[in-house]
């Protein structure tokens, strides 16, 4: 059953990310805002903007923020990575015949089936700049 909540959970993703929402790119903007602040010098600012596009941290920046968290905001109101500490955001969503609990806090997303003891828990590593499914100590990486 859990792996039916899984694959539902990426079927909504995918149906939210073609949806043509286009939203602000917050955790591209910190990468940004990251970068720009290495240095006072735009040479080591510009090096480090050419590492990072290498290893490619920007894109996964983008794809996460197309994907997920712009998604997120334009269905729900509210973008996890831009969330205040404290600030917590519930919706419900119906999918294939189910309805499912979405809860999301700064850095934090859970997706339960209502009436159930049925959830998926994510959580977003701000320093290693991916999320993942986390049960308990075990976490399994779900988007870098």
Not at 7 to 26: Q, T
Not at 75 to 95: L, R, S
Request: hydrophobic letters at 45%; charged letters at 20%; one cysteine or more.
């Amino acid at each position: 059953m859990k792996s039916t909540l899984i694959k539902s959970l990426a079927v909504v993703l995918v149906v939210a990310a073609l949806s043509s929402c286009y939203g602000p790119f917050r955790l591209t903007n910190k990468l940004h805002a990251w970068n720009g602040q290495v240095s006072q010098k735009k040479f080591v600012n510009e090096l480090v903007f050419l590492g990072m596009c290498i290893i490619p941290a920007y894109e996964i920046c983008i794809l996460g923020d197309g994907l997920i968290f712009n998604s997120i905001e334009f269905w729900g109101g509210n973008n996890p990575i831009a969330m205040k500490d404290g600030q917590v955001e519930e919706m419900e969503m119906m999918h294939k015949g189910q309805m499912y609990k979405v809860i999301t806090s700064k850095n934090r997303m859970t997706v339960a089936l209502k009436d159930s003891d049925e959830k998926v828990d994510f959580k977003y590593f701000p320093e290693e700049n991916q999320w993942y499914q986390v049960e308990g100590d075990v976490k399994v990486m779900a988007v870098k």
